[in-house]
């Protein structure tokens, strides 16, 4: 069952996303607006705004 969303900044060389997730912890905990890298195996499922 999925429990966030973010969006997809950019698909890496090495294989994985970059996405920016809000209302997830970051650097020390914090709460908030967050830049983070994740594996394709996290995904399950995407749209498309060009589709």
Do not use: C, Y
Not at 17 to 42: A, C, F, R, Y
Request: proline share 4%; hydrophobic share 30%.
């Amino acid at each position: 069952m999925a429990d966030h969303v973010g969006l997809v900044k950019r698909v890496n060389e090495n294989g994985t996303l970059t996405t920016i997730e809000g209302n997830t912890s970051g650097p020390g905990g914090q709460q908030g607006v967050w830049e983070k890298t994740h594996s394709w195996d996290l995904v399950m499922g995407f749209g498309s705004p060009l589709s």
